[in-house]
Nanobody, 122 residues
Framework: QVQLVESGGGLVQTGGSLRLSCAAS????????MGWFRQAPGKEREFVGH????????RYIDSVKGRFTISRDNAKKTVYLQMNNLKPEDTAVYYC???????????????WGQGTQVTVSA
């Protein structure tokens, strides 16, 4: 049974930082592309970024470039999303997902976590 469990969300002030973690089990983690997505209230789920299996290929959406960093530890089967200089518009539920493809499309990710809430106060 595949499980992706996010943690690290919370309430932070504008300009603050959070580090999300996503622990995986039940899948060949070291061969998967790991993606981060987010969904704000009333909005569609949005691709945030992803990291390929060996961490060489990493992509971000423009709005988080220079502020967010994705990394992974294949030995721990965990992927991270370091979020710095957070803004109110970053408020959303953040999800990690696993894929056999290097893709930004949510349709390409068959495995999803339950999400963790990030709230950035003004």
């Amino acid at each position: 049974q595949v499980q992706l469990v996010e943690s690290g969300g919370g309430l932070v002030q504008t300009g603050g930082s959070l580090r999300l973690s996503c622990a995986a089990s039940g899948l060949s983690f070291s061969s998967k592309t790991m993606g981060w997505f987010r969904q704000a209230p009333g909005k569609e789920r949005e691709f945030v970024g992803h990291i390929n299996w060996n961490g060489i290929y990493i992509r971000y959406i423009d709005s988080v470039k220079g502020r967010f960093t994705i990394s992974r530890d294949n030995a721990k089967k965990t992927v991270y999303l370091q979020m710095n200089n957070l803004k109110p518009e970053d408020t959303a539920v953040y999800y990690c997902a696993a894929s056999d493809q290097v893709t930004s499309s949510s349709n390409g990710y068959p495995y999803w976590g339950q999400g963790t809430q990030v709230t950035v106060s003004a």
